[in-house]
């Protein structure tokens, strides 16, 4: 069960007025029928009290498809009427080239006022496109979205990230719904029959997912014990962290202005990596 103090938060909008938000709010007028678990719920919040998010206006919501885990994103809106608002915000340009399919390539560079070069990001149509799988063909294939709009969807990934290296402080934490890894949960509902749908996945198969998902997170670990700052927020953004060698948790630190000196996160990070790297020793030398 989370923190009763980060279950409760309040908001301050643009205009100065004070949204109170709780977990009954959220899933009752926010995310009705969703089956949002308390961690999630804890990520929700603290990420719109930290960067101040009104989810009533969309600037913030939760994407949850069954029981996979929930997704957190920001609206594209949210960080141009942000960035409009920084005093040193000095403009962006976005260009999508004339490549088709995985070919196509986005750049985005946004200006700063004190600063005498651009932040510049190049993205790539192959590492963003959202993906859906077609049970009748047996394969994934782009998802609506993505095989419609392609060019507007890259370019929103690729003005978003640069708007987030260029104002880190503005949009910590903050991730647009084009740049989240939708693979294994778009159309999820539509998809799988419902007489098929179970929680319980072949031996096999859930120890390779485990592995994978271990392998990114021990990636991230060590790159955070090793001093990169962007490790930690996605750190903080992932949704699940292994305890005891099972999925049986969430972090539930989410004070972005705080983490990186929070005793409890590093002492987290720092006895999680040992861990999982003992536990990939055991396994190799089984």
Same mark, same amino acid.
């Given at each position: ?19 109170? =938000? ?34 009533? =206006? ?29 005093? &040193? ?22 200006? /700063? ?30 998802? +609506? &979205? ?12 690729? =003005?978003? &990230?640069?708007? /987030? ?41 859930? +120890? ?26 996605? =750190? ?20 972005? +202005? &705080? ?7 590093? +002492?987290?990070?720092?006895?999680? /990596? ?13």
């Amino acid at each position: 069960m989370a923190d009763n103090e980060l279950m409760v938060v309040d908001v301050t909008t643009e205009g100065g007025e004070v949204i109170h =938000l709780t977990p009954d709010v959220v899933r009752n007028y926010l995310c009705p029928g969703q089956k949002i678990a308390d961690s999630e719920m804890v990520m929700f919040l603290q990420l719109c009290r930290a960067q101040n998010l009104n989810p009533f =206006l969309r600037e913030a919501y939760i994407i949850k498809y069954g029981d996979y885990p929930a997704s957190i994103v920001v609206g594209k809106e949210t960080f141009t009427k942000r960035a409009n608002r920084n005093p &040193q915000f000095d403009g962006y340009e976005v260009s999508v080239d004339k490549g088709n399919g995985d070919d196509m390539t986005a750049t985005a560079k946004v200006y /700063r006022k004190d600063m005498s070069h651009p932040f510049e990001v190049t993205v790539y149509f192959e590492e963003y496109c959202g993906k859906t799988f077609d049970r009748d063909k047996k394969l994934w294939v782009t998802n +609506k &979205q993505w095989a419609s709009k392609p060019k507007t969807m890259l370019r929103k990934v690729a =003005l978003v &990230q640069a708007l /987030r290296e260029a104002f880190p402080t503005d949009f910590a934490g903050m991730y647009s719904e084009e740049e989240m890894d939708r693979k294994p949960y778009e159309d999820a509902i539509d998809i799988t029959p419902p007489e098929r749908k179970s929680s319980v996945q072949p031996k096999a198969e859930t +120890k390779k997912e485990e592995s994978t998902e271990q392998e990114k997170l021990l990636k991230l670990l060590t790159e955070f014990c090793d001093g990169k700052e962007d490790a930690m927020t996605q =750190l903080l953004y992932t949704h699940s962290f292994y305890e005891n060698g099972d999925k049986t948790g969430y972090l539930k630190l989410a004070d972005l +202005k &705080q983490a990186s000196t929070n005793e409890r996160f590093q +002492k987290w990070c720092h006895t999680t /990596r040992k861990k999982m790297e003992e536990d990939i020793n055991t396994r190799e030398s089984a």
